[in-house]
Protein backbone atom coordinates (compact mmCIF):
# COMPACT_ATOMS: atom_id res chain seq x y z
CA UNK A 1 0.00 0.00 0.00
CA UNK A 2 2.68 2.30 0.73
CA UNK A 3 4.46 1.73 -2.37
CA UNK A 4 1.58 2.62 -4.47
CA UNK A 5 0.64 5.59 -2.75
CA UNK A 6 4.45 6.66 -3.06
CA UNK A 7 3.96 5.97 -6.83
CA UNK A 8 1.05 8.31 -6.90
CA UNK A 9 2.51 11.25 -5.31
CA UNK A 10 6.13 10.77 -7.71
CA UNK A 11 3.30 11.06 -10.46
CA UNK A 12 2.00 14.19 -9.46
CA UNK A 13 4.85 15.75 -8.62
CA UNK A 14 6.37 14.34 -12.09
CA UNK A 15 3.20 16.26 -13.36
CA UNK A 16 3.53 19.41 -11.48
CA UNK A 17 7.19 20.02 -12.42
CA UNK A 18 6.30 19.36 -16.10
CA UNK A 19 2.99 21.34 -15.99
CA UNK A 20 5.57 24.04 -14.35
CA UNK A 21 8.31 23.98 -17.26
CA UNK A 22 5.61 24.05 -20.03
CA UNK A 23 4.00 27.52 -18.22
CA UNK A 24 7.60 29.14 -17.87
CA UNK A 25 8.98 27.70 -21.51
CA UNK A 26 5.75 28.14 -23.83
CA UNK A 27 6.05 32.11 -23.66
CA UNK A 28 9.17 31.93 -24.63
CA UNK A 29 9.09 29.54 -27.68
CA UNK A 30 7.51 32.85 -29.75
CA UNK A 31 10.09 34.74 -29.15
CA UNK A 32 13.15 33.20 -31.34
CA UNK A 33 13.06 35.89 -33.39
CA UNK A 34 15.11 37.87 -31.68
CA UNK A 35 12.45 40.10 -29.72
CA UNK A 36 8.98 39.61 -28.38
CA UNK A 37 5.82 41.60 -28.74
CA UNK A 38 2.61 41.70 -26.66
CA UNK A 39 -0.02 41.30 -26.23
CA UNK A 40 -0.87 38.43 -28.64
CA UNK A 41 -4.06 40.50 -30.12
CA UNK A 42 -5.61 43.90 -29.62
CA UNK A 43 -8.88 44.54 -30.49
CA UNK A 44 -9.49 49.04 -31.35
CA UNK A 45 -11.77 50.99 -33.08
CA UNK A 46 -11.14 53.83 -35.51
CA UNK A 47 -12.95 56.91 -35.92
CA UNK A 48 -13.27 57.16 -39.63
CA UNK A 49 -12.00 60.70 -40.15
CA UNK A 50 -9.47 60.02 -36.56
CA UNK A 51 -6.92 57.83 -35.20
CA UNK A 52 -6.57 55.87 -31.82
CA UNK A 53 -3.46 54.99 -30.57
CA UNK A 54 -2.15 51.40 -28.90
CA UNK A 55 0.45 50.41 -26.58
CA UNK A 56 2.57 47.23 -27.68
CA UNK A 57 5.58 46.27 -25.36
CA UNK A 58 8.36 44.90 -27.03
CA UNK A 59 11.65 42.86 -25.88
CA UNK A 60 14.62 42.10 -27.22
CA UNK A 61 16.82 38.79 -26.96
CA UNK A 62 19.89 39.49 -28.50
CA UNK A 63 18.34 41.54 -31.61
CA UNK A 64 19.84 44.91 -32.55
CA UNK A 65 18.31 46.40 -35.58
CA UNK A 66 15.41 47.88 -37.23
CA UNK A 67 11.50 46.50 -37.04
CA UNK A 68 9.12 47.13 -39.52
CA UNK A 69 5.63 47.29 -38.58
CA UNK A 70 3.07 46.76 -41.11
CA UNK A 71 -0.36 45.38 -41.36
CA UNK A 72 -2.09 42.19 -42.89
CA UNK A 73 -5.69 42.56 -44.01
CA UNK A 74 -6.05 45.67 -42.40
CA UNK A 75 -7.33 48.77 -44.74
CA UNK A 76 -5.93 51.33 -42.21
CA UNK A 77 -2.30 52.91 -41.90
CA UNK A 78 0.02 52.34 -38.71
CA UNK A 79 2.70 54.68 -37.32
CA UNK A 80 5.30 54.36 -36.59
CA UNK A 81 6.67 52.09 -39.14
CA UNK A 82 10.11 51.67 -38.45
CA UNK A 83 10.91 50.94 -34.84
CA UNK A 84 15.01 50.65 -33.71
CA UNK A 85 15.87 48.38 -31.24
CA UNK A 86 18.87 47.58 -28.94
CA UNK A 87 19.88 44.27 -27.57
CA UNK A 88 18.98 45.57 -24.14
CA UNK A 89 15.65 46.94 -24.73
CA UNK A 90 12.98 44.87 -22.20
CA UNK A 91 9.30 45.94 -22.19
CA UNK A 92 9.93 48.43 -23.94
CA UNK A 93 6.23 50.49 -24.21
CA UNK A 94 6.16 51.68 -28.05
CA UNK A 95 2.73 53.72 -28.70
CA UNK A 96 1.35 53.14 -32.49
CA UNK A 97 -1.34 55.07 -34.07
CA UNK A 98 -3.80 53.59 -36.56
CA UNK A 99 -5.44 56.27 -38.75
CA UNK A 100 -9.18 55.85 -40.32
CA UNK A 101 -9.10 55.18 -43.95
CA UNK A 102 -12.66 56.82 -45.69
CA UNK A 103 -12.19 54.71 -48.68
CA UNK A 104 -13.15 51.80 -47.19
CA UNK A 105 -16.44 50.91 -45.23
CA UNK A 106 -17.16 51.39 -41.80
CA UNK A 107 -16.94 48.03 -40.56
CA UNK A 108 -14.49 45.30 -38.39
CA UNK A 109 -11.50 44.40 -39.95
CA UNK A 110 -9.26 41.25 -38.92
CA UNK A 111 -5.68 41.20 -39.64
CA UNK A 112 -2.38 41.02 -38.37
CA UNK A 113 -0.12 43.69 -36.92
CA UNK A 114 3.46 42.55 -38.47
CA UNK A 115 6.47 43.34 -36.72
CA UNK A 116 9.79 42.12 -39.08
CA UNK A 117 13.26 42.57 -37.97
CA UNK A 118 15.70 43.47 -40.57
CA UNK A 119 19.31 44.07 -41.26
CA UNK A 120 20.32 45.89 -44.66
CA UNK A 121 17.86 44.66 -47.22
CA UNK A 122 17.25 40.65 -45.47
CA UNK A 123 15.00 39.95 -43.11
CA UNK A 124 15.68 38.30 -40.08
CA UNK A 125 12.47 37.33 -38.85
CA UNK A 126 9.10 38.46 -37.13
CA UNK A 127 6.34 38.19 -35.32
CA UNK A 128 2.63 38.85 -35.95
CA UNK A 129 -0.31 40.08 -33.57
CA UNK A 130 -3.74 39.53 -34.35
CA UNK A 131 -5.75 42.60 -34.78
CA UNK A 132 -9.64 43.23 -35.10
CA UNK A 133 -9.90 46.98 -35.87
CA UNK A 134 -13.49 48.64 -36.01
CA UNK A 135 -13.79 51.82 -37.84
CA UNK A 136 -16.67 53.82 -37.61
CA UNK A 137 -17.86 56.97 -38.11
CA UNK A 138 -17.23 59.75 -35.89
CA UNK A 139 -20.60 60.15 -34.56
CA UNK A 140 -19.85 56.91 -32.95
CA UNK A 141 -16.50 57.51 -31.35
CA UNK A 142 -16.35 57.08 -27.55
CA UNK A 143 -13.45 57.38 -25.27
CA UNK A 144 -10.41 55.50 -27.64
CA UNK A 145 -7.13 56.02 -27.19
CA UNK A 146 -4.69 54.38 -25.18
CA UNK A 147 -6.66 53.89 -22.13
CA UNK A 148 -9.62 52.24 -24.46
CA UNK A 149 -6.94 49.96 -25.97
CA UNK A 150 -6.31 48.67 -22.67
CA UNK A 151 -9.45 47.94 -21.63
CA UNK A 152 -10.01 46.58 -24.91
CA UNK A 153 -6.73 44.72 -24.52
CA UNK A 154 -7.70 43.03 -21.43
CA UNK A 155 -11.12 42.12 -22.60
CA UNK A 156 -9.99 40.33 -25.34
CA UNK A 157 -7.42 38.61 -23.10
CA UNK A 158 -9.63 37.95 -20.31
CA UNK A 159 -9.07 34.12 -21.04
CA UNK A 160 -6.26 33.68 -20.84
CA UNK A 161 -5.47 36.25 -18.05
CA UNK A 162 -8.08 33.58 -15.86
CA UNK A 163 -6.37 31.01 -16.95
CA UNK A 164 -2.97 31.69 -16.16
CA UNK A 165 -4.10 32.98 -12.53
CA UNK A 166 -6.01 29.66 -12.08
CA UNK A 167 -2.86 27.18 -13.46
CA UNK A 168 -0.51 29.44 -10.78
CA UNK A 169 -3.41 29.02 -8.20
CA UNK A 170 -3.41 25.30 -8.50
CA UNK A 171 0.14 25.02 -8.62
CA UNK A 172 0.88 26.59 -5.35
CA UNK A 173 -2.17 24.78 -3.85
CA UNK A 174 -0.54 21.30 -5.07
CA UNK A 175 2.93 22.22 -3.64
CA UNK A 176 1.21 23.43 -0.16
CA UNK A 177 -1.14 19.66 -0.21
CA UNK A 178 1.74 18.26 -1.07
CA UNK A 179 4.02 19.44 1.62
CA UNK A 180 1.35 18.70 4.43
CA UNK A 181 1.08 15.09 3.74
CA UNK A 182 4.40 14.43 4.20
Not at 43 to 70: K, Q, R
Given at each position: ???????????????????????????????????????????????V??????????????????????????????????????????????????????????????????????T???????????????????????????????????????????????????????????????
Amino acid sequence: MKVKMNMNMNKKWMFLIILTVYVLAVPYAASATGFAVGPPSINLTVPVDGENTIVVYVTSHDYDGEVVVGTENIPLRVSPEVIQLSDTDENRRIELTFYGNRSVKEETYSGKLTFLGSTEKNIVGGVKIKVAVTQISRADAGAGGIQGSIVDSLRANSTVIIGTLLVMVSLILGIGIGRRRK
